[in-house]
Each structure stands twice: as structure tokens, then as C-alpha cells.
């Protein structure tokens, strides 16, 4: 960081957690985060916008009398008004469910900051975009392309009555490309990006194009859509799509609130035996992985789904008070990095397998409806039709729609090959209900 | 404040330089089953500073006023490495103007406790309203966003931007089975908009009830009518986007297909974006590049006739600025969007829409709704099928998708009950979400709408 702030900030709060007992506080946290970031963009192919930015932010936790208050801002001169706010809110506040904030524990420690992604200059991200550009351009001049890249520095601090202060530091690029083809009427869309903490090999704007390339190549042909239930084919970055709703449905706050449809359901069969699904918050370089959640407590490998078989719900500390469970050390009741086991074939064999099916690249409106029963019904934005394990060609103007708990609990078969961050795998369930309108 | 922004343009090397500096203050509190579960409070500022140079655009954010001549060089020095072309934005007279918030009741002026125990009124209504009733949400939020802007053309602003919503969410339960229902309120000029809505709360509730027990929707092309609510989704999604002009300007097939002038819709099909309706929380007098707000007819008599756009777009396609250039934070730049935007009245009665479906649904209220222009897609809170022009049963999961170079074509009546709505939610675009935005529509009917399901 060219201003780092951590050292000066741990004093800093250190005397608004006394400011907070001085208040009526019984316990307190502050959490601080400060990034420097600069960023380019591309559009219709060409340099279009640079710039920089620096920000930080702080929240104060306060709990008075069993309720709790929290206060928000960006000026540190303003701090202790904040506490004092937060103190304010807590007399009328969020029903607490702990006492105190824990006392530090041992974490494992996990790399986030990475010196290489910390070099990476402005020029760099710019040719990285240059590059996707070019090579979205090279295969079709008349393609509107944007693309954009980012080079990200912060640092983090969290400092809790209960005597935990831990600071952190986190590097991050993200690099993506967007290409619209326009033919009269009939519109593509593809995109696809990836973003690390670590500057390595998937910094690649050459794979970043290909893989936009190929949705575009695939769906230069039309083909009239199937419709019924049917097979689908779900690339990793759909699967990961499906999964959101399972995250609700784990979420621990939302099962105690009943609000899941997974509640009173630990160690039934609730997916498919075929998936197992972890989280992992201590993936090196993970953009989201934690060595602590944001109430001290040590982050850890958690299975949450064993063969189909749901193993726990995720809970930060006041959740688990509510639902009288122990935190699992997940901030917001999420999982960090969930990771869905792989399969035993690779994914041009899973392709194959499909006699006839659909292949669904992206949908519109997925999670615009009763997304926590697990029902979603979508728009197939970009898809393809299957045909004896080949793929024929986009289908258009097709909704899909389904019970993603039905499904994923049905047959599903998973790749052995993962997506770029190793954490999904490509997948084909049975059962989804595709309608269409006939041409 | 306005000197100290003029001041610091002075630094800049660009062709044209601004800063927009905001502060937003607010508070956020939520009942959820029986226990209030959120009590927050903010107080942010900070800004962006965006110069152009040869067409190139440098973009500085910051928290601080302090070192605020530094970020103007830096934007003007970003735009520099980056402009290779002539600098081309519309011309726009300077203004010099102070819009403080015209507020009936002032929600600052409301005490926690008063909010708390309203909030804590509609949640009790919600969890009593019946057995199958599992959890509750009631969701209050007020913020008073400041807006304070100036650019090296002497244009400078000061808006105050209030905004106050309260959101209802039912959830029922039977068995595994879960039904949620939602509603909500927003206002940009009076805490009066929360108050009595003990009517909206129970509904919310019996609606996620009765949604237990309804049947889905079926799958597949179908006649639907649309209220208010939906059809300002509708028209959001379908058109509206597509009439931001940042996605037509660099793309000559876009600029093509969306020529002014092309036929786009049935000819009773009337569209407008309207900036200064002052109520809505989509309303604002200026835009993000200090640009009067105002009224852009989209579509007249089922034709393309205007844009919306920001200097940039405008000047690049030879048109009039809108002012639909809006940034949703203090640290994004700004870009077309829309503001409030609807249907005009048609000529029919809703009951002659409705008599003219033998088989079809009604589609009821909004979960959202996406486009990738080509196609879009709009969900339904709830339906009801339509029988001999008789609403009829509930059903649900109601979501509906089309073409809107077929779908604008496929409505055969327009109703004369035009509401021009708001809500707790907002617009998303290119990762600014959510931006508050007004819609609506009289009721509608559109023949032919796929609808997702079996």
C-alpha cells in the first residue's frame, strides 16, 4: 500500500473499544478496510477509460443490554460520534445472541497478498485488455467488444472486545471480456473473466478470448429449440449458479428464522449421492478466502454436503446463539469458497453422454422468484441444444424452469476436469423443464 | 463547496474535467420473525473525479476533499495516456443551482423508537395473520443523499436526494414447501409514505399463504395482461434498456437496428422517461453530469422517437442531452440510465382487456426482471388465469419472457389507468445496482408471451 493505515488504526481502535465502555457498551468490535485499486476499460474494442481509486471504510458493533447497534462511516474524525450512534441504536436494537465477542484462537493462516499481482502496473492491465480485445476482434471485426481489468491492494483490521486483533492484506487482478454479435435482430452475448489474488498463469487474456470464442462459435447456427424435460449440461460457472440456492437454504440465520427449506433436514439425503460439497475457506490466493470471520472466530474446512447428505449450516456467532448452535466461523452465515467435489469423467465424455439435452451457457432471471424454495424459471440467454452428445447449434426465445432441490437431487453426473479456480466441476442433471415458443 | 470545486478544476490539463462529491446519511432498521434484526446507521462521503482528454476518460475516486487538485491531475493525467481521438460532448449552457429537498414529513425528524414500534406494528400483523405464516420481514430505510457537482464548463449543482422505503416479505410454510410474498413502499419526499400500510402487510401475508396451495403456472406461449406494476417491468426491461444510449453509440449495428424512425410497436404504444416527476425516488432535477433532467418521449404511436443519453452519447450521435446520466454511488462514474419510465394511457377499459382472453393469465406485480436487449425476461409476483375474461385462480411462478422486436408488436390493447410506481428495489447495470427508478404502466395485453414451466 503506498499509505498503509493498519498500525496507525490498531491504536485508533483500541480506544474506541474504551470509548464504547465508556458508553454502556458490554462488548464491541471495529472493523477498518482501506484498498487502493486501479482499473482500465475497453469499449468497441479500443482504450476508453483508465483510473485509480483509494477508500476506506469503518463499522462499529456495539452491544448494550443484550441488543446490538452498529454504526458505519468514512471519516475517522467522525468515529467517535459513531460509536456513539451505534451505542444509540443498540438501546433499541437487533436482539444479541452472545455476550461477548470470543478471545483469540489459533487460525490457519492463509496467503492473500501476493507481491506479483502487487507489481502489476497500469500499462500491464491495459495490454492484458488490448489483448482480449484483439483477439475478439481478429475473429469477427464487426464483434462490440468490451473488456475490462483491475489491479487491487487493501488491508483489514478487526479489533473485538473479546482481545482479538487481527489485521490482513489482500492483493487482487481481475481480467474480462464481453462481446455482443449483432445480425439484424438476432443478438449474442458472451462473456467470461476470472479474478485471483495471485498474479499467475490464469492471468491468460489468450484463454479469457478463447473461451468467449467458443461460445460464439457455437452459436453461430440456430436450431429450434426441444422442449419438454430434459437433460442439461452445466458448465462450471452454471453449476456454480445452481448452487446459490443452496446457499440460502444452509444459511443459519435463515434456517433459525425458518426461512429454509432445509431446516430439521441434517444427515437426510438431500442431494444426489454423486455430490459433495465443501467450503474452503483456505484456498491460497482464493479471492474470498479468511483466515478469520468478521467476529474473530478461526475459519475452518467445513463439509457441508457428504454424498448428498446434508452435513450443517453455516453460522456466524449471533446466528448461532439464535439457533443455539456453535459458529462454524462464516461471516453473514455464507460459505467462503464452496467447492463441489469432481466426478469421474472428463467433460467431453459427460458432453457425450448427453443423447439429447440442452446446454445452458447462461440464463436470464434465474433467482427473480421463489429462489429459496429452490424454484427458479429462466430465460436460456445463451444455450445450446445437445444432439447424440454433439452440440448442434443456440436455441432462442426458451425458458427453462425447475426445482434446483429436485434436481440436484436426482441423477446428476459431475467432470473430473474443474473450472480455473478448482472449485466446480462441469455437470449433466436430468429433469429440467424447457418451453419454448415454435417458429 | 462550490468554490473549492472550481478551485481544484482549475488544476485540470483535460478538455473537460468534473467532480462530483457526495455525503449520504441514513439508517436501516428490520423486523424479522419476532425480534428486530437490523439496527444500522451510515454516514459516507467521498467522490469521483472524471476528466476526458482526445475522447480518453481518466477516473479518480476518493473519500476526502483533501488533496482534491491531486485527483484532478491524476484524472487528467489517466485520460492522457488514454485519449487517441477528439473529444466529443454535447454542449450544454452552464448552471449554477441549489435544489434542496422539497420534504413533507422529514424522516430525520422521526424518532427510533416511532420507526421501530410502525415496523414492529406491520410485523406483528404479518406473523398473526395466520398459522401457516413461518417468518416475517419488515425492512425500513431512509438516506439523505447530498449531490455536489462542478465541471470545467461552470456548471455547478447541489441536490439534496431523499429517499425512504419500507419492504414487507411474508413467508409461509407447509411442510418443505416454502411461499414467499412481497410488497413495498418508497418515497422521495415524505416519511408519510410508511405510514398506513397495515392493509399492505395483511396481504402480504395471505398472499404467501394462498401461494402455498396454488397451482404453477403451465409452460408455454400464452395471452397474458399485465397491471401496473408488471407492465412498468415489462417496459423497463423490454425497451428501456435498449433505449440507453451508451449501449448504441460505439456500436454501428445497434445505432442501425434502433434508428429513430423504426417501427418498434403497435401504434397506440406511447413510452417516456421522465426525470423531474419529483415524488419517485427515480426523479432528480439534475443528472450526474450536472444536465437538467427531463421528458424524452421514447416511443410515439408505436415509433421510435427519442433516446436517452448522457453529453458524451448525445454529442457522439448529433442529439439533444437528456439528462439520464446517473452514477447509483458516490464512487461510480455516471451512465445512461433511466429514470422514470412508462407506458402512456391507452383507450381501453380493463375489463374490455379482459374480455377479450378466452385462456390466459394475468401477471400480477414484479420479482424483477432482466434484458440482454434481444430478449428479455420479467417475473411475476403472482397470476391468476384468465378464463372467458374472468380472472380466475391463483397460480405461481409466473415468469415471462420475449422478444421485443416481436413482443412490443404483440400487444393489442393498452389500458386507460396508468400508476406511474416505486419501490424498495432499483435497477441494475453494468455493476451499479441498486439504482433507485420509477416505472409503470396502464394494464396491458400481450398476445403470444412465453411463460417458464412445464
Known amino acids: ?439 | 463547496m462550490k468554490d473549492r470545486l472550481f478551485e481544484a478544476l482549475k488544476k485540470s490539463s483535460a478538455d473537460y474535467a468534473e467532480i462530483r462529491f457526495e455525503t449520504s446519511d441514513g439508517t436501516s432498521l428490520a423486523y424479522r420473525k419476532q425480534e428486530v434484526d437490523r439496527a444500522n446507521t451510515w454516514s459516507l462521503c467521498g467522490g469521483i473525479v472524471r476528466a476526458c482528454k482526445n475522447g480518453g476518460w481518466g477516473v479518480v475516486v476518493f473519500d476526502s476533499l483533501e488533496g482534491l487538485d491531486v485527483q484532478v491531475q491524476e484524472a487528467c493525467r489517466c485520460a492522457a495516456l488514454v485519449g487517441r481521438e477528439k473529444t466529443i460532448l454535447a454542449e450544454m449552457p452552464p448552471v449554477v443551482e441549489e435544489r434542496p429537498a422539497l420534504l413533507g414529513r422529514d424522516f430525520r425528524t422521526i424518532s427510533l423508537d416511532e420507526k421501530l414500534d410502525l415496523l414492529g406494528e406491520y410485523n406483528r400483523i404479518i406473523l398473526g395473520a395466520n398459522s401457516a405464516i413461518a417468518s416475517s420481514s419488515v425492512e425500513y430505510m431512509d438516506t439523505m443523499r447530498v449531490v455536489f457537482f462542478a465541471n470545467t464548463r461552470g456548471t455547478y449543482f447541489m441536490e439534496e436526494r431523499p429517499k425512504v422505503t419500507c419492504a414487507f416479505r411474508a413467508t409461509a410454510r407447509d411442510g418443505a414447501l416454502l411461499q414467499r410474498a412481497h410488497d413495498s413502499v418508497a418515497s422521495a419526499v415524505s416519511y408519510e409514505v410508511v405510514l398506513g400500510l397495515e392493509d399492505m402487510a395483511r396481504e402480504v401475508a395471505e398472499r404467501a399463504v394462498a401461494l402455498l396451495r396454488a397451482p404453477k403456472c403451465e409452460g408455454g406461449p400464452q395471452t397474458v395482461i399485465l397491471n401496473h406494476r408488471m407492465g412498468g417491468v415489462f417496459i423497463h426491461e423490454a425497451f428501456g434498456h435498449l433505449s440507453e444510449a451508451d449501449f448504441l453509440c460505439e456500436n454501428p449495428r445497434m445505432r442501425r437496428l434502433m434508428a429513430i424512425g423504426r417501427e418498434i410497436g403497435v401504434n397506440s404504444l406511447n413510452v417516456v422517461d421522465e426525470g423531474p416527476l419529483q415524488w419517485t425516488t427515480g426523479s432528480l432535477s439534475f443528472d450526474d453530469e450536472g444536465t437538467p433532467t427531463g421528458r424524452t418521449v421514447l416511443i410515439k404511436d408505436g415509433i421510435l422517437a427519442g433516446r436517452l443519453h448522457s453529453l458524451e452519447t448525445a454529442g457522439k450521435m448529433g442529439e439533444r442531452p437528456t439528462g439520464n446520466a446517473r452514477a447509483v454511488r458516490r464512487d461510480a462514474p455516471p451512465i445512461v440510465r433511466m429514470t422514470n419510465t412508462y407506458v402512456e394511457n391507452g383507450q381501453r377499459t380493463v375489463q374490455e382487456l379482459f374480455q377479450g382472453v378466452d385462456k390466459g393469465i394475468y401477471a400480477c406485480d414484479a420479482f424483477g426482471g432482466q434484458t440482454e436487449f434481444e430478449m428479455f425476461t420479467f417475473s411475476a409476483a403472482y397470476g391468476y388465469r384468465v378464463e372467458k375474461g374472468e380472472r380466475g385462480e391463483l397460480v405461481r411462478d409466473v415468469v415471462l419472457t420475449g422478444n421485443v422486436f416481436e413482443t412490443l408488436k404483440a400487444i393489442d390493447g393498452i389500458g386507460n389507468d396508468l400508476r406511474v410506481l416505486d419501490g424498495a428495489g432499483g435497477c441494475g447495470k453494468m455493476g451499479q445496482a441498486p439504482l433507485p427508478v420509477g416505472f409503470g404502466s396502464p394494464h396491458l395485453r400481450i398476445r403470444g408471451v412465453v411463460i417458464g414451466g412445464r
Open chain 1, 1 to 439: 500500500m503506498r499509505n498503509p493505515m493498519v498500525e496507525t488504526m490498531k491504536e485508533v481502535f483500541f480506544r474506541g473499544l474504551e470509548e464504547a465502555r465508556r458508553l454502556g457498551a458490554s462488548a464491541a468490535k471495529l472493523k477498518f478496510f482501506h484498498k487502493e485499486k486501479i482499473a482500465a476499460k475497453f469499449e468497441a474494442g479500443r482504450l476508453k477509460e483508465t483510473g485509480s481509486e483509494e477508500r476506506l471504510s469503518y463499522a462499529v458493533h456495539v452491544l448494550c443490554g443484550g441488543r446490538m447497534g452498529a454504526a458505519s462511516g468514512n471519516r475517522l474524525d467522525d468515529l467517535q460520534q459513531m460509536i456513539g450512534r451505534a451505542v444509540s441504536l443498540a438501546r433499541v436494537g437487533r436482539v444479541a445472541h452472545f455476550d461477548e465477542y470470543p478471545p483469540p484462537r489459533e487460525v490457519t493462516s492463509v496467503r492473500t497478498h501476493s507481491e506479483r499481482t502487487r507489481s502489476l502496473t497500469r500499462d500491464h492491465i491495459i495490454e492484458g485488455c488490448g489483448q482480449i480485445a484483439g483477439s475478439l476482434k481478429g475473429y469477427d471485426s464487426d464483434l462490440f467488444v468490451t473488456c475490462s481489468a483491475t489491479r487491487l491492494e487493501s488491508e483489514s483490521l478487526l479489533v473485538t472486545s473479546g482481545g482479538v486483533c487481527h489485521g490482513g492484506m489482500r492483493t487482487q487482478w481481475a481480467l474480462g471480456g464481453f462481446a455482443q454479435r449483432t445480425r439484424d435482430t438476432d443478438m449474442v452475448f458472451a462473456g467470461y473473466g476470472r479474478a485471483w489474488c495471485d498474479l499467475n498463469p490464469l492471468y491468460a487474456p489468450g484463454e479469457i478470448a478463447a473461451r468467449i470464442i467458443t461460445d460464439l462459435r457455437r452459436a453461430e447456427k440456430g436450431v429450434p429449440p426441444p422442449t419438454g424435460s430434459l437433460k442439461a449440461y452445466l458448465p462450471p460457472e452454471t453449476l456454480r449458479m445452481f448452487i446459490y440456492p443452496i446457499h440460502l437454504g444452509i444459511h443459519g440465520r435463515n434456517v433459525a428464522k425458518g426461512e429454509s427449506p432445509l431446516q430439521g433436514r441434517l444427515e437426510e439425503q438431500v442431494l444426489a449421492p454423486t455430490l459433495s460439497i465443501m467450503d474452503v475457506p483456505h484456498q491460497e490466493f482464493a479471492p474470498r478466502a479468511a483466515e478469520m470471520d468478521e467476529d474473530g472466530i478461526a475459519t475452518q474446512e467445513l463439509v457441508l454436503f457428504q454424498g448428498g447428505v446434508l452435513k450443517r449450516f453455516l453460522y456466524d456467532l449471533d446466528s448461532a446463539g439464535l439457533a443455539g448452535e456453535r459458529p462454524t466461523g462464516n461471516s453473514g452465515c455464507a460459505p467462503y469458497n464452496s467447492t463441489v467435489l469432481p466426478g469421474d469423467c472428463t467433460s467431453e465424455d459427460l458432453l457425450s453422454s448427453v443423447e439429447d439435452g440442452i446446454y445452458i451457457r447462461s440464463l436470464m432471471g434465474f433467482g427473480q422468484g421463489n429462489i429459496g424454495n429452490g424454484d427458479f424459471s429462466a430465460n436460456l440467454a445463451l444455450g445450446y441444444r445437445i444432439e447424440k452428445g454433439e452440440i448442434t447449434g443456440r436455441v432462442k426465445d426458451t425458458m427453462v424452469a425447475g426445482n434446483v432441490y429436485e434436481l440436484l437431487k436426482g441423477q446428476v453426473f459431475l467432470s473430473s476436469d474443474l473450472d480455473y479456480d478448482g472449485r466446480f466441476p462441469h455437470a449433466v442433471i436430468e429433469g429440467v423443464q424447457v418451453s419454448s415458443k415454435e417458429r
